[in-house]
């Protein structure tokens, strides 16, 4: 059975052209344990999973879903979500994906713990997080977005922390044991509207992030609960995550930013580039307005008011002209 | 002579041995007084007096008989008894000083403070058996005339009595006590000792119910109502005619607002009519209700057997200025400070009944002359404190407060209070000129775009309508947290449970402090700012049965759909009677008989303003107002103002309701049999339905059956026929709801929309039916339909984004542009992840609204967010190209 298998799985995983930087989705749903959890968790991946597809243009055959229950929905779940068939998937994608992959693993269900472990909970035998550690470790080059959004999961942070790895997990410890709401805003952000805070048409995982922190804490005072669940972010590698990365002044959330759900070809990496002098041009102009931007913003504090809101208007009507001449040029050219 | 000294003393031994023996006079003797002292310590007070009083007689040399006697009188308050039995000791026995001290006490009950005073020092003098009573006595007698300093030394002397290491009595134990407790005043400490003492004379003598009397009442006075109701339970466990014990439970049953304090009042009297603090409880009771004739008679039957008594006096001199006597307030005011020029209680008592009658202003006013006279009233910094905050001296009575506590950190109610003040650091105020209105921190910027326009709309409606400007500034407190709420309400009877105005200050639950549809907050606040208006219009002088009704009455005429609505419990209680006339409406608010009654009394005072005004034009209520303002009784107001008497107008009344709500009523079943123990079957309530189609709740009930089996065809039948029997009916499970769903699904929008539109004109609490009627009308092409429904939930539930921008949206469609700029700046305040965007939409919203300035410096905002933000950087050279004159 458990060759069989794994070559359904592996037969669903198509191999990309070897070329382009390509995104690869592996969802796993876990134990439910009741139908209300088991109809949230395959509405949560089916949602990521959807958006990844038909929004960011991740291709189909770059995305693994593995839940509970096969029959719920035989025509998007590639198999059940047991120990052998996730590490079979994991294993058959660190061989297939390219050098310079990002490869995305969201977890959705339950956590626990045992013996001081997290785990997280699957038909048949859990799987811990030094299980997990051990299956990324068969992916050296690429970068990893691991995201474990059920509960107790604070200890997968320490346990997967490592270069190029941004982990994000729903509770900050093993103690977080209520169930988690994380998923389902962390879906949110990458499904509709309102996590593309800078406004580049994409959602870095740092913004799906910081969306679904802010959201489950919303969601909890609007219900006038006590916050059960906060959510760690790390990916510079030290072990110890971040409720509330920021680039600018934590050391957390630098890669995370720079990580998008993309379909092959996409910019996988904020790099306007082109072979027409003109555009070339125009888009090393928005760079270096953009950086002049970012630096007048950096010294807002110690300028005037006026003085500073009168340079920023200046250098972004600057860059709203570029913009605008760039987007008549690729336009024309189309 | 040795022979017979030792037969002398061996027959004394004899005769010694003998009286012993069951069946010798003297062993007899001895039974039956026990026995009466048995029979009066568990409350057989006639047994007790029967037996004493043959004992007195026939051993008239027997102090503890008489003793007995004179108690056993007292405790049934035949004080000339009591009275006459130890007199009759004293003369038979003119050596002996044992009756003194209880003839001091009885003299002392009676009002006769010199004759009690001379009797006390009697039993101190020849060393009577309770001298130590006497002298305890006489140390109260002291404090009671003002001669404090003299007492409080007396008092402290006690403390050397139980230090010195004699063992002391029961009785010993409990005057230490007592001694102790007064010294608390001076430093609270001492309560805890004089708990121990009261302990210590307990297990002294467990039979001796005193201690445990006044173990109760000390707790009552600390504020610990669950210890003073055990130690009063464990009294009438012994004796269940323990008077005292009886009006302490009362006392304790009115400090945690339960109903039946009146009714325990009243056994206290049934055991003894001449129960002084139970009359004069029973008299701030009735001025509560406002019954001001009936707390007069109480405080006056108090005067007739203590015509000394201070606290019978405080009383009636409350009675008096709350019925506008000002000569008779005086005179009893005078009276009080004669017999004790330091009598602070007056006071107290004077601001507490005058704020439980809303006189804010006043009760500050008798607090600050407590404190005056006493340094040490501490219950008097407290009410000041109270009644400043109530009146918006926020500041000062903070300062009060914290002396109060200082003095006496067992006032819950103050410290709480405080507690509820250290968060103010956290409030926002939003000062208009005319209102100020403080929120958390946390919503201000949201609340504070609806709370400041909705008060200046219902100021100036209703100065319009009762030609009357409330001074200001009004302050309004916004709670997030309806226990911070609730502290403020605090020692208030009758206050309904979501705002309370206390006329230049309002206090009120946040939106954010209940769940969705739990209350509707525009409403609230239009109700309460009536309730400032009718106590500014009558100096605070209105009863609360009409100011409810109006206020209820104003919410009505602000919005359709606001205001309490009549409901099938309503009507179902007016079927059965359990509705009060006109004329006793008010003790529907201060002391409901059953828990539904205050709601239904709010609901029938609105009708009966309706009423009146329909009757008798709208400036019959305006006159109203102005009668009661001028002191005139509710009987006194009808017969004056709309020139009949309130009884025939009651039937009246109900006429009218029997008219208005005729077809409801005839579609209610009360006597219907309900299956004992257990929810009726789905067949029971189908065979209802088929067997009874007047019948509304069945036919609702069937509708809903058939609804969840998705049968909505049929459903729609039964509904429809609920709906026709009681047309007004918008609550929980409401026809309308499921009908506007049925008639969705069959692609009947228009018909949806009217079932809705009709459900959120009655229903000022149902958000969701407000969302779909929206969604149907956009639907629908009506977008200012739309705007409308969702402009009625902000008043329900403020707080969503996906809401704000839905509404601000249909502001834009509709050109309404000021209020799709309030609905983007409320999205803002909410915080959205996606601040970049919350600002774009509203620098497009200035845009639209032609404010270039606003729109440019929100766009700037917005792309210092996100400069790549395309969509804004559109915008803001639209706005140059418009400011500049140019097409960009």
Partial sequence: MRTLVALAVAVSLVAAPAAAQQSHLVVVSGLSGEARYADAFHEWAVTLISAAQERWGVPESNIAFLAERTERDPERIDARSTRENIETTLETLAVRAGAEDHVFIVLIGHGSTSDGESKFNLPGPDMTATDFARLLDAFPTQTICFVNAASASGEFVPALSGGRRAIITATKTRLERNETVFAAFFVEAYAGDGADVDKDQRVSVLEAFSYASREVARAYEDDGKLLTEHALLDDDGDGEGTEEPDPQSTSDGRLAMTLFLAGPGEPVLAAETSSDPRLAALYGEKRDLEQQIAELRRQKDVLDPEAYDQRLEELLVELALVTREIREIEEAQQ | MRPAVRSGLALLMMLAASSLCAGHPLAQAQERLEAAEAALRTGRYDEAIDIFSDLAQREPASARAARGRSRAYWAVGRYADAERAAQRYIAANAGSSELWNTLGEVLYRRGKRDEAAEAFERALAGRAGDALIARLNLAILRYDRGERAEA?????????????????????????????????????????????????????????????????????????????????????????????????????????????AFDMARRALEVNPDLVSARVFLAELLLELEEHDRAAEEAERALEVNSASLEALSVLAAIRYLQGDAGGFEAARRRVLELNPQYAELYTRLAELSARNRLYFEAAEFARQAVELDHTSWRGYALLGINQLRTGRIAEGTRNLEIGFEGDPFDIWTKNTLDLLDTFTEYDEVRGERFVIAVDGKESELLSLYFADLAEEAYDRLSELYGFRASTPIRIEVYRSHADFSVRTVGLVGMAALGVSFGPVIAMDSPSAREIGGFNWGSTLWHELAHTFHMGITDHRVPRWFSEGLAVYEERRARPGWGDDVSPGYLTAYLQDRLLPVAELNNGFMRPAYPEQLIFSYYEASLVCEFIEQQAGPRALVDMLLAYKNGMSTPEVFRTVLNTDVDDFGGQFFEYMDERFAVPLSAMRPDREMPHGRAPTREEIAEWAESDPGDFTAQLAYGHILFEDERHEEAAVYLERAKALFPEYAGAGSPYWYLALIYKERGLPRRAADELTTLTSIDERDYQANLELAEVLEALGDRAGAAAALERAIYIYPYDIAFHARLAELYSQTGEHDRAIRERQAVLSLAPVDRANALFELARAYYEADDMTLARRTVLRALEIAPGFEEAQGLLLEIRARNSGGTG
């Fill in chain 2, 152 to 260: 409080l030394r007396e008092f402290d002397g006690f403390i050397d009595v139980y230090n010195r290491g004699r063992r002391l009595s029961s009785e010993e134990l409990t005057a230490v006590g007592t001694a102790v407790a007064y010294l608390g005043a001076e430093e609270w400490q001492l309560y805890r000792d004089a708990l121990r003492a009261y302990d210590e004379a307990i297990a002294a003598d467990p039979g001796n119910l005193e201690p445990r009397v006044r173990v109760g009442e000390l707790f009552l006075d600390k504020y610990n109502s669950p210890d003073a109701a055990q130690s009063f339970r464990d009294v009438l466990a012994v004796n269940p005619n323990h008077a005292r014990a009886l009006l302490g439970m009362a006392r304790r049953m009115r400090f945690d607002g339960e109903p039946g």
